[in-house]
């Protein structure tokens, strides 16, 4: 599937953008490397024609968001290109890995001063996102970026103003599956400890416990993410 | 980009009661959904928690800069779509959308905000 969609882009001009590589895929649609005639890197987020009329309505949101925010730490809506069978969004390209690809492909081991250094800057990321009336639905380890201290949240594709139906909770519990990660990449499991919860595995005091508990919501949660970066600051600072 | 919303079934939340069989996996599908991201497939967790109905926290009621719904949305110049409000970009044609007030008296741009041009001195509506 890939080779296929390689052959049919890679190369390829669209709009005043030529693709270099394809990035990913997933059931919306697919995801380009560019660059402009200025030699520009850009992200191409090509829709699938299918997904894109199905959600019209929806797919508005993304576009609305992110022409609303500015912020280096994260990335810029810079067009939106309708020609030839190519609908999709042009967005600004970011430096670094993912978390997903430092964990699993280049099976990095977190430490204690770095998981501090991504977390609190990842809750500045998401405080930016909630004093915006944003709720970003998606912060996942493959939609966080990496680079020498510098971290990137991307893919606005299922952020929505918050209101009732998207709760800032919502950004809590993203955000303690995140850590959970971090954590558990200097965790060598066995086999007896694979049906234990994170809370009996992971050798974390009781307040990190009770912090991390209540971003997922296993006690009751924080009032705003403003108390969840205090405590974050106060109990994981190396 | 969601295709349905499941907040109202209670599924916008992840399991807090996973461990290492779960964090030490890439998930069900590898790679498939890498660096594109809505990756719907995995996030869909029936979150379980006693919690999961508890009053919405104070901050949920205050909302910023969240374009209102019944507000005019503009006729693009170009292929005369309507563009959402707030958007900088006709989402039909891309073409760009100045959204940065300026003064209707003498063009000048104006920050943020403002009450008055800083050029001309014309009350800003």
Known sequence: MFAKIKTKYVGKKISSYTIDTLIGQGRYGICFLAHSDDNQKVVLKKFKTKMFIKNAKKNEFEAVILSQLQDKRIPQLLGVINEKGFYGFVLEFKYGLTIKELLFKKHHKFSDKEIYEIGSKLIGIIKYLHHNGVVHRDIRIPNVLYDHGDVTLVDFGLARWSNNQYPFDMDYSYLGDFLLYLFYSTFESTKRSKKKPWYVELDLTDDQKQFLKKLLRLEPTYDSIDDVEAIFLKLFKC | ?125
Do not use: W
């Open chain 2, 1 to 125: 980009m969601s295709s349905f919303s499941r907040s109202s079934r209670g599924r916008n939340y992840k399991s807090g009661n996973h461990g290492s069989s779960h964090y030490k996996k890439k998930g069900l599908f590898g790679d498939l959904f890498e660096g594109f991201g809505s990756g719907s497939g995995r996030r869909n967790h029936n979150n379980q928690n006693v919690y999961e109905t508890q009053n919405l926290p104070r901050n949920q009621q205050a909302v910023t800069n969240q374009p209102i719904n019944n507000q005019n949305t503009i006729v693009c110049s170009s292929c005369n779509s309507q563009i959402p409000t707030g958007s900088k970009f006709c989402l039909q044609c891309g073409q760009k959308v100045n959204i940065s007030p300026f003064c209707t008296n003498c063009g000048e741009k104006l920050p943020p905000g403002a009450k008055f041009c800083l050029s001309c001195g014309t009350k800003v509506n």
